[in-house]
Each structure stands twice: as structure tokens, then as C-alpha cells.
């Protein structure tokens, strides 16, 4: 069974760093794109940033120029290197990726169940 597993969130001040991790695991036969997103309570879920099979990223328009993605395809785990933390980066961050699992001739979307991050001013 494919599932992805977040890990690393938790509280830290405003101006701090905290770095996410994703692990996919399971039977998988290729990962295509992956992502990370947030959500707090009464908003939708938001992109925070995006990247490739490649190596090519996105960012919200929030977190450019703070936040870092990064993957180990040799791994399958993407990370979230988040840095200069304000206190309205404070939301459940959520792990993303269009994968294709080893019984499958299709690629699927697998979501992580979130990782609290809180950001104290």
C-alpha cells in the first residue's frame, strides 16, 4: 500500500528554521511530481511549492525567497527547507505526489495526512 508520511513540523519563534520531510513509500513504480501545501482552518488548501521529476520548482508568492524544495528520487522523500518563519506561516502542511504504484498502469494522487506547523510570534 502506497501512503506518504510527513514528518518534521512543530513550533518554533517567528525568524526561525524548520525543515519538512516527505517519504513516499510502498510498492512504487515511478513518482512524477510532488508538492507540499498548507491549510488553516476556514481556508482552502494552498500551493506552497511544487517540483518536478526533474528538478524544476514553484513557489507561492509567499515563501519565495524563504522556502526550499527539494527531492532524493533515490529516496523517494521530498523536503521543505523553511526559513525566516513568520507566524502566518502557521498552518497543517501537507505532503503531495502524482505517483504510479507497481499495480497500477496509471499515475495516482497520494496526499500525507499534514504535519502541524505553528510559528509564534
Known amino acids: 500500500q502506497v501512503q506518504l508520511v510527513e514528518s518534521g513540523g512543530g513550533l518554533v519563534q517567528a525568524g526561525e528554521s524548520l525543515r519538512l520531510s516527505c517519504a513516499a513509500s510502498g510498492s512504487i513504480r515511478s513518482i512524477n511530481y510532488m508538492g507540499w501545501y498548507r491549510q488553516t482552518p476556514g481556508k482552502q488548501r494552498a500551493m506552497v511549492a511544487t517540483?518536478?521529476?526533474?528538478?524544476?520548482?514553484n513557489y507561492g508568492d509567499s515563501v519565495k525567497g524563504r522556502f526550499t524544495i527539494s527531492r532524493d528520487n533515490a529516496k523517494n522523500t521530498m523536503y521543505l527547507q523553511m526559513n525566516s518563519l513568520k507566524p502566518e506561516d502557521t498552518a497543517v502542511y501537507y505532503c503531495n505526489a502524482g505517483l504510479q504504484p507497481t499495480s497500477a498502469p496509471y499515475f495516482f494522487q497520494y496526499w500525507g495526512q499534514g504535519t502541524q506547523v505553528t510559528v509564534s510570534s
Open positions: 517540483i518536478t521529476s526533474d528538478g524544476s520548482t
